[in-house]
């Protein structure tokens, strides 16, 4: 099979997965997926797609598997003393003039093959370790990008540009934008160690290549756009600090709306964007279609069940993110600890009587949290970990009610910069919150936990205010934690978490030098807290966003 059938073939494939045709896109991909570059990548890709939407291990370790034949079968079609044998050397014009067609796509595909098997091991945990392991083969992919950029560069002058010619350009723009965009999201320190290896990541190049990867007409613009998406409806919230380009991410989404009305993956994203709007009520019924789209990969329901979840939690419809918290329990493995701890925790918030309609136990709920958790790669989930430590006020002959639990779990996912859209579900959060604060120090006898739970009841109670405008009082609750740093027992992410949103209260209101250092304390005086580089990711993005070079912070 030549390169310009296996490009159409290829195409086919993208437009059966894209209409929910899943199994029928793997199909025409498998049998020429040894003996074809293109039908290998196109192959792999779909199953590490699969298995970076349901994060579940066994996914996983199948994405993984099948990318290792891809890059055998890459393998062979490259060059025999190929681009990239001394990484040192940059290409030669005539070096590059060698290469054929076929060896050029070929380099470019085994780049993509090493990177997305990278981006695997990166999606399997937030620690870092993992990343840097596979750094020597990331490397090289990186190494192949920079020098087929090189190419493209000393090629663009030439008339005799071809369709295969342009799917090679949508190759490097795909790589080198996604390896600059995830690069630029690492904090500082881990940045240094992967300079010293040879990366630097630039975020606005890497925007730029996606940008104009995804206004081609390649076969990688679908990838080039959903790269994006990803980042402006997941990434810049859960690892940033929450500013999302939701405008950008529409007008990405837009034609592929028109093209595929009932991709599954397609209504996903523009449900959450919707989600991002605030519009969640528009939210819910699109997530709705989304579920009814397609019944073969049930991955693409769990995801929206995760999110109608978070909706209901916004609106404190606890009854209806009880249920869906529920369905994640029963049907989706990516973590059973935090589906069981949410569930318990949307439990917390119901009145007594609801709680028995449902059947459930809290007690026993948030006591089997921890027999749930798993390691991957050695290593805890992060979030995990903070689950397990909040179940264990269980465990006791004597439990100890926690406070807030699902409010608590909407700060870890960033959830208040979401409902912050909203002025009237932040006012009833703050209600919510208010309410509790009373009961808390209206009880006669305090449990060790006392100062622990009123300074998380401030830090939330601050973030509404913040989001509401009421900069001054949110500013008042955020000092109130911190000025209690020593007399807090267990929840020690508490104090630089506050300093971080202190930091932000101040970048808001234009005091820059002072939200620096709110930052950069938090960032450099403390360690060894709960979902330690989660934070580190957000202090990134924050000091980044204020325009803090990391090399002038130790």
């Not at 290792?68 to 040192?88: D, G, I, N, P």
């Not at 909203?422 to 060790?448: G, V, Y």
């Given at each position: 099979?030549?390169?310009?059938?296996?490009?159409?073939?290829?195409?086919?494939?993208?437009?059966?997965?894209?209409?929910?045709?899943?199994?029928?896109?793997?199909?025409?991909?498998?049998?020429?997926?040894?003996?074809?570059?293109?039908?290998?990548l196109?192959?792999?890709?779909?199953?590490?797609m699969?298995?970076?939407?349901?994060?579940?291990?066994?996914?996983?370790q199948?994405?993984?598997?099948?990318?290792?034949?891809?890059?055998?079968?890459?393998?062979?079609?490259?060059?025999?003393?190929?681009?990239?044998e001394?990484?040192?050397?940059?290409?030669?014009?005539?070096?590059?003039?060698?290469?054929?067609?076929?060896?050029?796509?070929?380099?470019?595909?085994?780049?993509?093959?090493?990177?997305?098997k990278?981006?695997?091991?990166?999606?399997?945990?937030?620690?870092?370790?993992?990343?840097?392991?596979?750094?020597?083969?990331?490397?090289?992919?990186?190494?192949?990008?920079?020098?087929?950029?090189?190419?493209?560069?000393?090629?663009q002058?030439?008339?005799?540009?071809?369709?295969?010619?342009?799917?090679?350009?949508?190759?490097?723009?795909?790589?080198?934008?996604?390896?600059?965009?995830?690069?630029?999201?690492?904090?500082?320190?881990?940045?240094?160690?992967l300079?010293?290896?040879?990366?630097?990541?630039?975020?606005?190049?890497?925007?730029?290549?996606?940008?104009?990867?995804?206004?081609?007409?390649?076969?990688?613009?679908?990838?080039?756009?959903?790269?994006?998406?990803?980042?402006?409806?997941?990434?810049?919230?859960?690892?940033?600090?929450?500013?999302?380009?939701?405008?950008?991410?529409?007008?990405?989404?837009?034609?592929?709306?028109?093209?595929?009305?009932?991709?599954?993956?397609?209504?996903?994203?523009?449900?959450?964007?919707?989600?991002?709007?605030?519009?969640?009520?528009?939210?819910?019924?699109?997530?709705?279609?989304?579920?009814a789209?397609?019944?073969?990969?049930?991955?693409?329901?769990?995801?929206?069940?995760?999110?109608?979840?978070?909706?209901?939690?916004?609106?404190?419809?606890?009854?209806?993110?009880?249920?869906?918290?529920?369905?994640?329990?029963?049907?989706?493995?990516?973590?059973?600890?935090?589906?069981?701890?949410?569930?318990?925790?949307?439990?917390?918030?119901?009145?007594?009587?609801?709680?028995?309609?449902?059947?459930?136990?809290?007690?026993?709920?948030?006591?089997?949290?921890?027999?749930?958790?798993?390691?991957?790669?050695?290593?805890?989930?992060?979030?995990?970990?903070?689950?397990?430590?909040?179940?264990?006020?269980y465990?006791?002959?004597?439990?100890?009610?926690?406070?807030?639990?699902?409010?608590?779990?909407?700060?870890?996912?960033?959830?208040?910069?979401?409902?912050?859209?909203?002025?009237?579900?932040t006012?009833?959060?703050?209600?919510?919150i208010?309410?509790?604060?009373?009961?808390?120090?209206?009880?006669?006898s305090?449990?060790?936990?006392?100062?622990?739970?009123?300074?998380?009841?401030?830090?939330?109670?601050?973030?509404?205010?913040?989001h509401?405008?009421?900069?001054?009082?949110?500013?008042?609750?955020?000092n109130?934690?911190?000025?209690?740093?020593?007399?807090?027992?267990?929840?020690?992410?508490?104090?630089?978490?506050?300093?971080?949103?202190?930091?932000?209260?101040?970048?808001?209101?234009?005091?820059?030098?002072?939200?620096?250092?709110?930052?950069?304390?938090?960032?450099?005086?403390?360690?060894?807290?709960?979902?330690?580089?989660?934070?580190?990711f957000?202090?990134?993005?924050?000091?980044?966003?204020?325009?803090?070079?990391?090399?002038?912070?130790?």
């Amino acid at each position: 099979m030549d390169l310009k059938c296996a490009l159409e073939e290829c195409s086919m494939a993208l437009n059966l997965f894209l209409n929910n045709k899943f199994s029928e896109a793997l199909e025409l991909l498998r049998p020429w997926s040894k003996d074809s570059m293109y039908h290998a990548l196109g192959y792999s890709t779909i199953l590490v797609m699969q298995a970076a939407m349901t994060f579940e291990h066994q996914d996983i370790q199948m994405g993984i598997s099948t990318m290792k034949e891809a890059l055998h079968t890459c393998q062979r079609f490259r060059k025999r003393s190929t681009v990239v044998e001394s990484l040192s050397s940059l290409v030669s014009k005539q070096s590059m003039d060698q290469l054929s067609e076929e060896e050029m796509h070929a380099e470019i595909c085994y780049a993509e093959c090493l990177l997305q098997k990278a981006a695997l091991t990166f999606v399997q945990d937030e620690n870092m370790i993992n990343f840097i392991k596979g750094g020597l083969k990331i490397r090289t992919s990186y190494q192949i990008y920079k020098e087929c950029h090189q190419v493209l560069q000393m090629t663009q002058g030439n008339k005799n540009k071809n369709e295969t010619y342009h799917q090679f350009e949508g190759g490097v723009k795909l790589g080198i934008g996604a390896f600059n965009l995830m690069l630029s999201l690492l904090p500082g320190r881990i940045l240094r160690l992967l300079e010293f290896i040879g990366f630097s990541g630039n975020r606005n190049l890497g925007l730029h290549q996606l940008r104009e990867g995804a206004s081609g007409t390649s076969l990688r613009a679908i990838l080039c756009t959903f790269t994006l998406l990803l980042y402006h409806t997941y990434v810049s919230l859960i690892l940033g600090i929450g500013e999302a380009n939701l405008q950008e991410a529409e007008t990405l989404l837009e034609p592929y709306l028109q093209k595929f009305p009932n991709g599954s993956i397609i209504l996903f994203y523009d449900a959450r964007i919707d989600i991002l709007k605030g519009n969640f009520e528009k939210a819910q019924s699109k997530f709705q279609e989304c579920i009814a789209a397609q019944q073969e990969w049930k991955q693409i329901h769990h995801l929206c069940y995760w999110e109608l979840m978070w909706c209901y939690s916004f609106q404190q419809n606890w009854l209806q993110a009880y249920r869906y918290a529920d369905l994640l329990c029963k049907e989706s493995r990516w973590s059973k600890a935090i589906y069981v701890f949410q569930k318990a925790a949307i439990l917390c918030m119901l009145p007594d009587e609801d709680v028995k309609t449902t059947g459930e136990d809290i007690v026993s709920l948030f006591r089997q949290v921890e027999g749930l958790r798993q390691r991957i790669a050695g290593k805890s989930i992060p979030t995990e970990k903070l689950a397990v430590r909040k179940a264990r006020r269980y465990t006791g002959a004597q439990p100890v009610k926690l406070i807030l639990p699902a409010l608590e779990m909407m700060y870890v996912w960033n959830g208040f910069t979401i409902v912050g859209k909203r002025a009237d579900l932040t006012e009833c959060l703050l209600i919510t919150i208010e309410k509790e604060e009373t009961t808390l120090k209206n009880q006669t006898s305090h449990t060790e936990y006392f100062i622990d739970d009123l300074c998380l009841l401030q830090l939330l109670k601050g973030l509404c205010l913040k989001h509401l405008g009421r900069l001054l009082q949110a500013e008042l609750c955020f000092n109130q934690v911190i000025q209690s740093e020593k007399q807090i027992k267990y929840d020690n992410y508490l104090v630089p978490f506050t300093l971080y949103e202190l930091g932000l209260l101040y970048k808001q209101q234009d005091q820059r030098e002072k939200a620096i250092r709110y930052i950069e304390t938090a960032k450099n005086n403390y360690k060894e807290y709960s979902m330690e580089s989660r934070l580190h990711f957000r202090i990134h993005a924050a000091l980044d966003s204020l325009k803090v070079t990391p090399a002038s912070t130790p």
